[in-house]
């Protein structure tokens, strides 16, 4: 099929890329003239597993770039809209840049068309869309509105995009429904996961994916109350956390506890210093909003939010319980994308906490395997970037982990103590098994479990064959 995907984004690139190695004939469309002669040449703008591999089979193929929406919109059944929907400052979505889409594409019709939501956008907007549409002189027979939200995480977008655990098409009408099925007909068949160029199948993938037909609103609901639900599983087990590290409980110990109730299940129930990113700080507030407009008070969400908020102040407290104070002191810092695996520092946790070190008058050398260069454009000219995480730790009187790379759970702990100016570790994301770092020489504190006594530390550092270095205290 003959689809447009608007924006050359997150969302859109993975889209655009995905339903060309499902077989359809793609145009990816943007405004942006720098960003698609860079795609156009086969760079991809961003930090994703398998993505430059699709871009690389399908580009002057079946993957094709434009800056002409009009002309995409005459060529094609289905145009998939994955332009921006900025929170505005009060929290709801900005729609700015879907209306201009939906104007433009009025004016381009050519026969029947499936213009489908692919952004995260509140719901009602598949009908504010069908309004704008036919107020620009689209005939209501021309089109349908659709909606198909995407559940990619970063870092594994591209998988999640050919091994969904469930496809959620919103179509008010059979016709609609009926197009939107056949786009997804290679995944839900079975068919694409027996070619021989099918991207590896994950572990946790059950194929073929469960197909989902619903209204245009509960579809628009679906993506805002997954995504609220899986920030309330992050703000939930943090604030159990706390609860933990008061009572001398383990965390980790409880949350595999939780984790292993089938009704539960483990995942997103990682304590740490907060979500972050491009979608749960936004999404989350945007259904706040949208709670508040129907009347609601949807106060789980705002203590969701408070939650989130309250890990960073509980992290920068241990950073002062292990150093007293922060002005003068230099900290080594690992992480500065929200999560690992990508280079997103979108409302990242790392960078919001290094930006309140630095006016805490602290001095910060930072590694990151793939976030370093889009943070060069927002923290300051104080901090230094390291090409190593020994590099970023050396002479700091702490090192602070705060993004959870894979690389950073592996580190050689007797080369990094040999780096550090004091043997401190803070660890915001429990990478660490607390016996083992003390083993090692080192006052290691983490989220929800206890931080061993400076006093055990020296005893458990001579016990294991070498001298403690002095503590700044």
Same mark, same amino acid.
């Given at each position: 099929?003959?689809?447009?995907?608007?924006?050359?984004?997150?969302?859109?690139?993975?889209?655009?890329?995905?339903?060309?190695?499902?077989?359809?004939?793609?145009?990816?469309?943007?405004?942006?003239?720098?960003?698609?002669?860079?795609?156009?040449?086969?760079?991809?703008?961003?930090?994703?597993?398998?993505?430059?591999?699709?871009?690389?089979?399908?580009?002057?193929?079946?993957?094709?770039?434009?800056?002409?929406?009009?002309?995409?919109?005459?060529?094609?059944?289905?145009?998939?809209?994955?332009?921006?929907?900025?929170?505005?400052?009060?929290?709801?979505?900005?729609?700015?840049?879907?209306?201009?889409?939906?104007?433009?594409?009025?004016?381009?019709?050519?026969?029947?068309?499936?213009?489908?939501?692919?952004?995260?956008?509140?719901?009602?907007?598949?009908?504010?869309?069908?309004?704008?549409?036919? #107020?620009?002189?689209? +005939?209501?027979?021309?089109? *349908?509105? !659709?909606?198909? @939200?995407?559940? =990619?995480?970063?870092?594994? $977008?591209?998988?999640?995009?050919?091994?969904?655990?469930?496809?959620?098409?919103?179509?008010?009408?059979?016709?609609?429904?009926?197009?939107?099925?056949?786009?997804?007909?290679?995944?839900?068949?079975?068919?694409?996961? #027996?070619?021989?160029? +099918?991207?590896?199948?994950? *572990?946790? !993938?059950?194929? @073929?994916?469960? =197909?989902?037909?619903?209204? $245009?609103?509960?579809?628009?609901?679906?993506?805002?109350?997954?995504?609220?639900?899986?920030?309330?599983?992050?703000?939930?087990?943090?604030?159990?956390?706390?609860?933990?590290?008061?009572?001398?409980?383990?965390?980790?110990?409880?949350?595999?506890?939780?984790?292993?109730?089938?009704?539960?299940?483990?995942?997103?129930?990682?304590?740490?210093?907060?979500?972050?990113?491009?979608?749960?700080?936004?999404?989350?507030?945007?259904?706040?909003?949208?709670?508040?407009?129907?009347?609601?008070?949807?106060?789980?969400?705002?203590?969701?939010?408070?939650?989130?908020?309250?890990?960073?102040?509980?992290?920068?407290?241990?950073?002062?319980?292990?150093?007293?104070?922060?002005?003068?002191?230099?900290?080594?810092?690992?992480?500065?994308?929200?999560?690992?695996?990508?280079?997103?520092?979108?409302?990242?946790?790392?960078?919001?906490?290094?930006?309140?070190?630095?006016?805490?008058?602290?001095?910060?050398?930072?590694?990151?395997?793939?976030?370093?260069?889009?943070?060069?454009?927002?923290?300051?000219?104080?901090?230094?970037?390291?090409?190593?995480?020994?590099?970023?730790?050396?002479?700091?009187?702490?090192?602070?982990?705060?993004?959870?790379?894979?690389?950073?759970?592996?580190?050689?702990?007797?080369?990094?103590?040999?780096?550090?100016?004091?043997?401190?570790?803070?660890?915001?994301?429990?990478?660490?098994?607390?016996?083992?770092?003390?083993?090692?020489?080192?006052?290691?504190?983490?989220?929800?479990?206890?931080?061993?006594?400076?006093?055990?530390?020296?005893?458990?550092?001579?016990?294991?064959?070498?001298?403690?270095?002095?503590?700044?205290?």
């Amino acid at each position: 099929m003959h689809i447009s995907v608007v924006g050359s984004g997150y969302v859109g690139l993975v889209a655009g890329a995905c339903f060309a190695d499902l077989g359809h004939e793609i145009i990816l469309v943007d405004n942006d003239q720098l960003k698609l002669s860079a795609l156009k040449s086969g760079a991809v703008p961003i930090h994703e597993n398998f993505l430059p591999e699709l871009v690389a089979r399908h580009r002057g193929k079946r993957l094709n770039f434009s800056g002409d929406l009009s002309e995409a919109v005459r060529a094609s059944s289905a145009i998939f809209i994955a332009v921006g929907t900025p929170a505005t400052d009060q929290g709801d979505a900005d729609l700015s840049y879907v209306e201009s889409v939906a104007r433009e594409v009025a004016g381009a019709i050519n026969g029947y068309k499936v213009v489908v939501e692919k952004s995260t956008v509140p719901v009602y907007t598949s009908n504010w869309i069908r309004t704008v549409m036919s #107020r620009n002189g689209a +005939a209501p027979d021309s089109f *349908d509105v !659709a909606s198909n @939200p995407e559940f =990619l995480r970063e870092g594994t $977008a591209v998988t999640d995009f050919l091994y969904p655990d469930r496809i959620v098409l919103g179509a008010d009408h059979e016709r609609c429904a009926s197009l939107l099925r056949e786009i997804y007909q290679p995944l839900t068949s079975g068919d694409y996961y #027996r070619r021989q160029h +099918a991207i590896p199948k994950p *572990d946790r !993938a059950h194929i @073929p994916p469960t =197909l989902l037909v619903t209204s $245009a609103k509960s579809a628009e609901l679906i993506k805002h109350a997954s995504n609220a639900f899986l920030a309330m599983k992050v703000s939930f087990i943090n604030a159990v956390a706390s609860i933990c590290e008061s009572v001398g409980a383990d965390v980790e110990q409880v949350r595999q506890g939780i984790g292993s109730d089938s009704r539960i299940g483990p995942r997103f129930l990682n304590p740490g210093i907060g979500y972050g990113g491009s979608c749960f700080p936004k999404d989350l507030a945007a259904f706040r909003a949208v709670a508040r407009e129907c009347g609601y008070d949807f106060r789980l969400l705002d203590e969701v939010n408070r939650i989130n908020e309250e890990q960073r102040r509980l992290f920068l407290r241990k950073v002062r319980s292990a150093l007293w104070t922060l002005k003068g002191k230099h900290l080594g810092v690992l992480g500065l994308a929200f999560k690992g695996g990508t280079d997103d520092i979108r409302e990242s946790p790392a960078i919001l906490l290094i930006q309140t070190l630095l006016q805490e008058g602290c001095s910060v050398a930072a590694y990151d395997p793939a976030a370093t260069e889009r943070a060069r454009e927002v923290l300051s000219s104080k901090v230094e970037f390291a090409s190593s995480p020994y590099e970023a730790a050396a002479g700091a009187d702490a090192l602070l982990i705060l993004t959870e790379w894979d690389e950073f759970a592996t580190l050689d702990l007797h080369r990094l103590y040999s780096k550090l100016q004091y043997p401190i570790v803070v660890d915001g994301r429990n990478l660490y098994d607390p016996q083992i770092m003390t083993a090692h020489g080192f006052t290691y504190y983490s989220v929800g479990r206890q931080t061993i006594p400076p006093e055990s530390q020296v005893v458990a550092a001579a016990a294991a064959g070498r001298k403690s270095k002095p503590k700044n205290r």
